[in-house]
């Protein structure tokens, strides 16, 4: 009897404490905001009864806390807060229910946050999942029991540098302090692992939501800064290698935001010896730099330096889009095949690393060292500046400068990028892109700056900001003529980016150019940006560009990488009959890469010439040669494969065009822009035109007469393109070749 009872009190004892697990901060049921003080027009009307509004799901009871739903959310002046009564954190965790505007950008702009002292200490967002409906999610908040706190709900207001107005609204409801964690929802989850081999491999896809990534040791973040990165949820595309060798044996905190406890990221963190589990996949070019995982865009950092073409190009090393923006770092002795090292600079707190270049400093002006190979910069933060970093170990690894940033004029220009260095006599000059023309600065140390001219109103295409520039010098006919390259997005003749450039003449201070018919484009294919040339290599100019297009980069069917660099080409100045062009051709390197050839038939056929199969074993890199002595009409180039996808090229020597037709070239309805049967570039006018098709995977570069035409263009087809048709009732082929390329 006495045992029953005492169970009987032991139960009666449970349930109260069960009882008493929660206790809440707000559940919205009184229907007022007494408990509140409220800011801005965002919760004017709030709370929210659940019978008025049906499309939101989750709520409990009849009211929920929520920022205006209506129309009036997207427009630039609605914002506002609501910051509740203070309260003493007495349990373990503060759980509630959260939802709103979806996943991505916009969520920045909302956030419920505890606030000690006045102070942010904890921050959720809505999850991302569902934006019209609210899930559980808490604050493990044991190390600040006994503060006094405060929870504040808020609506931010737009920059003013947003052109869109942003649709973006909080739903909350029954914030409580609770015993146990509520749900399986982490604002941020921390994973202690222990280091035991080289690379931690987070599970992370190409689909899922948005998080970010911290690594700590001894409570400094390994990253630098936190990384943005996309969770594996129930899709596991790849894992995101982050080498850890350097701290074998401590254990190391994991720290991802906006996380499921069910999602594969949390479950599946992993370690491994190998940096890349698998290289290969359809699209992964054979001859052409691609980066081993994660996302590229711009060349960055091209030099020559000790038999070495170094190429720091724009990295993401933590995902597949443009994020996160370091200088990856990849070198090469023949331009064609690259090995993929570290990446050499990394965020900071002045920002992402965008785009810049670099020079072998042999005479020691900056003081690193004679020989010091020294990259800059642009330190995109708030601002755009410009710093240095340098290397004395052959480029594989860089140290910043820590006078950072050493150019800025961030109160003139917000766009103000992609530093080109060039020696200029004794001195360092700087091309930079400002808004949309390029300024000129000199240097004696390449640390302090003095700005000398610039160039660009009024002339070429200003059809968005400029990018990426350099400046060149050539002879011609034993007269110096200067070439500068602007690269542009959008602005393209096809659309999207492009590269244009202007001949003139260049005296150390000012670029004055050429009356010429402007804008002249570098590669009128879709898909070669930002290009510039390597530094360290006298008079040649070796040429090299993104092969991809702003418009749709992010969304190119490639799984572990995401884009590429085109081949390398080297400029000269050539004569089109009317006036000077800047000629690319491929680099002689390229043709040192061919591994077998095979001569093929020239004869048509009832106006046609068909090679049903142009190799044997096609691993989809190759290049073929042809000369075509032109007739009256067009001539028609067909690359396919028994899928029927196909690259359709139409050359017009009387109209003097190539138009490409890549509307059926494999998978194309990744993005409305991609899927174009009019990409038309110009011939010039010759007795007859030498063609060079290189193909690599998933890219087709178009070259005639060694510069005068340069054509690039990406294809995704799934199945490699092996076969080709001529058609067309006078024009002549001869010397058809096909090589393989390694
Ligand atoms: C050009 C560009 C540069 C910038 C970089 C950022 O593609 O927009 O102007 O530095 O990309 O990744």
Redesign the pocket.
Same mark, same amino acid.
């Given at each position: 009897m006495r045992k029953l009872f005492t169970s009987l009190f032991l139960l009666a004892l449970l349930a109260v404490s069960c009882s008493e697990r929660h206790s809440v901060i707000e559940d919205f049921e009184a229907g007022n905001l007494d408990n509140w003080v409220v800011e801005g027009n965002a919760f004017v009307f709030c709370p929210k009864s659940v019978a008025d509004n049906p499309g939101i799901a989750g709520a409990k009871g009849n009211f929920f806390g929520a920022s205006d739903l209506g129309d009036a959310d997207a427009s630039a002046t609605f914002f506002g807060k609501m910051t509740s009564k203070s309260f003493v954190i007495s349990q373990d965790y503060i759980g509630f229910l959260i939802g709103g505007t979806g996943e991505g950008f916009a969520s920045r702009f909302v956030a419920m946050e505890l606030l000690v002292d006045g102070k942010p200490v904890r921050t959720a967002r809505p999850t991302g999942q569902d934006p019209r409906s609210m899930v559980w999610n808490s604050w493990d908040v044991r190390e600040l029991k006994g503060s006094s706190a405060n929870i504040r709900i808020r609506v931010d207001s737009l920059p003013a540098r947003m052109r869109n107005p942003l649709s973006r609204y909080i739903l909350v409801d029954q914030i409580l302090q609770s015993r146990k964690k509520m749900g399986t929802f982490n604002d941020v989850l921390t994973i202690p692992v222990t280091a035991q081999k080289d690379y931690l491999m987070i599970p992370s896809s190409n689909s899922g939501t948005a998080s970010s990534l911290s690594i700590l040791a001894d409570g400094q973040n390994i990253l630098g800064t936190a990384q943005n990165i996309v969770l594996a949820k129930d899709v596991r595309d790849y894992d995101i290698p982050v080498d850890i060798s350097a701290y074998r044996g401590k254990t190391l905190q994991v720290v991802l935001t906006s996380i499921d406890d069910n999602d594969i990221t949390a479950k599946g963190l992993s370690q491994s010896d190998t940096r890349i589990a698998q290289y290969e996949e359809p699209y992964r070019p054979v001859y052409h730099f691609s980066p081993d995982f994660g996302w590229t #865009? $711009?060349p960055n950092g091209m030099v020559f330096f000790d038999g070495e073409y170094h190429l720091a190009y724009?990295a993401n090393p933590y995902g597949t889009r443009?994020s996160n923006?370091h200088w990856g770092n990849a070198v090469s002795t023949d331009l064609v095949h690259w090995e993929d090292l570290p990446f050499i600079v990394a965020p900071d707190a002045l920002g992402a690393i965008?785009?810049g270049s670099a020079v072998v400093d042999e005479d020691n002006t900056a003081g690193f060292g004679a020989n010091a190979v020294i990259g800059m910069y642009?330190s995109a933060g708030q601002t755009q500046r410009q710093s240095i970093a340098y290397s004395t170990d052959r480029g594989r690894t860089f140290t910043k400068y820590e006078g950072n940033p050493v150019l800025d004029e961030a109160d003139k220009q917000p766009n103000f990028? $992609?530093p080109k260095l060039l020696r200029y006599g004794d001195k360092w000059v700087v091309c930079v892109?400002a808004g949309d023309v390029i300024a000129f600065y000199e240097s004696v140390d390449l640390k302090n700056w003095r700005k000398l001219s610039e160039f660009g109103r009024g002339i070429g295409s200003h059809a968005a900001v400029w990018?990426?520039p350099d400046l060149l010098r050539f002879e011609v006919g034993g007269k110096e003529k200067w070439v500068l390259i602007v #690269?542009i #997005?959008p602005g393209g003749p096809n659309g999207g980016s492009v590269g244009q450039y202007f001949i003139g003449s260049f005296d150390g201070t000012t670029f004055r150019a050429d009356p010429l018919p402007y804008p002249l484009w570098i590669d009128e294919g879709m898909d070669d940006?930002?290009g510039v040339t390597f530094s360290g290599t006298g008079d040649r100019h070796i040429f090299m560009g %993104?092969m991809s297009n %702003?418009l749709y980069s992010g969304s190119v069917p490639t799984v572990r990488f995401r884009n590429a660099m085109t081949l390398p080409r080297d400029l000269s100045l050539k004569h089109n009959g009317r006036h000077l062009f800047l000629a690319s051709s491929p680099s002689p390197e390229v043709y040192a890469a061919r591994a077998a050839s095979r001569i093929l038939p020239c004869e048509f056929k009832d106006g046609r010439l068909t090679i049903p199969e142009l190799l044997p074993d096609n691993d989809g890199a190759y290049e073929i040669d042809f000369t075509v002595t032109p007739g009256k009409s067009p001539l028609f180039l067909r690359l396919y494969n028994a899928k029927g996808e196909e690259m359709l090229y139409t050359f017009d020597f009387q109209a003097l065009t190539l138009n490409l037709d890549r509307s059926r070239s494999g998978i194309v309805d990744f993005h409305r822009d991609f899927a174009k049967k009019d990409i038309l570039t110009h011939l010039v006018r010759r007795p007859s035109y030498k063609v060079q098709l290189f193909v690599d995977r998933h890219s087709a570069e178009l070259f005639v007469n060694d510069g005068d035409l340069a054509f690039t263009n990406c294809m995704f087809p799934t199945e490699v393109l092996n076969s080709m048709e001529f058609a067309g009732p006078d024009a002549g082929i001869s010397d058809l070749t096909v090589f393989t390329i390694k």
């Open positions: #865009n $711009d724009q443009h923006m965008f785009s642009t990028r $992609d892109a990018e990426c #690269n #997005n940006y930002a %993104w %702003w």
